[in-house]
């Protein structure tokens, strides 16, 4: 099983969302799927269309109470499974300050499942906490979906370097896949500077022993569309939602570029749809409830966002014989702020001299889709999403 974590300590960058759809994608493509919602707001378990307060046993099950990982698991589409979250959730983290290998609860509780399934795909909190260390500690890769803009870069730094000393310390085989540029505007010059600054540091790292040495921004990106910020109240994915829109597209050729395909390419849906081995028997748990399409979900958990979260709980080891990584310095990776490319959208007007101006187009990119009753239709087309696959890694 091939597990991802998706992970930035920054909120409302696209995780969720990301999850989601990534997970949804590689599951019509025929591969057994795993969701992990280890956030406390329960967003996953509410956009696959759980209701978190049925829950008989998830995340926070496993984590504190020693439940079984499998016996958790909710079949929520085919071949997609889910292991729910709900507001119990926010108190693992004083429940397991006491523990020892409280890190490594998760990737224990996996062990297994591990063989039963293709991808496992986690979707972490705004914060280094121990959940998001528990998520570190189980997977092989790490997804930083992130959206360019000025103020997204604060904090990629800790980031990384939080993923580097778990992967010291707790877990050698965790290494930064890459970095998915979410909401992502190309005529907005910023987000190309950002993007230009990420990428630079990240191929500085290089041939270091960093766990980010290997990242890359992901040559495919997701545009900023509106469906996909409508089809968490209808509990359904993008696919169900409106599968001829930019969000779809863009989500498919990121489970494309997961599975080594070259997302420039015609779909192969015949060849990737077969599963390589039996689905295993879906483990049915009566007490969840999927939202009927016409009923918008329920208000998420008032969980705040804690992106400015204290350090994690592991500690720096010393450099090994390999080249050091490059200094994480996130001034540096900063881009100057530049003057904005649009007027944003539907926020109100920035002051005539802003403290720091920080560049947020907002306006919804409309999509090339079939209308869906009841929502907006848009008249201009949106950027291509027309980066090419390069380099794709072996599936
Ligand atoms: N490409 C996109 N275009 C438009 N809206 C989007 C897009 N991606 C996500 N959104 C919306 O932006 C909001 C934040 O997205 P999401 O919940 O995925 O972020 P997150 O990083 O998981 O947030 P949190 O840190 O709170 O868990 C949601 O309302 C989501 O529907
Ligand atoms: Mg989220």
New binding site residues.
Partial sequence: MRTIA?L?????????????NVAAALADAGRRVVVIDL?P?A??TI?LGVEPQTISAGAYDVLTQSADFAAGLILVRPNLWLLAANIDLVGAETELVNVVGREIILREAMQASRDAYDFCLI????SLSVLSLNALAASQEVLI?LQPHFLALQGFGKLLQTIDLVNKRINPHLKVTGVLL???DTRASLSNEVRADIDSFLQSARGTNSAWSGAEILPTF???????????SYGQTIFEYDPTCN?AE?YRKVARFLLGIDATAAPEPAAVAAPAEPVPPAPVVEAARVVAPSEPAPA?ATVE?Q?DNPAPVVAVEPQTDTPAPPQVDEPALRSPPAAPAEPPGDHPAPPATPPIPIITVDL??PCSHRPVSGTPEHASPAPENTAPIENPPAC
């Fill in positions: 998706i930035n300590q920054k909120g409302g960058v696209g995780k969720t969302t990301t999850a989601v956030d707001q967003h996953l956009h979707d972490c909190p705004p979906p979410c909401m992502n997701i545009r900023r569309n509106i469906k996909l910020a409508e089809a968490p969000g863009d998420a966002a992106s919804p990119a």
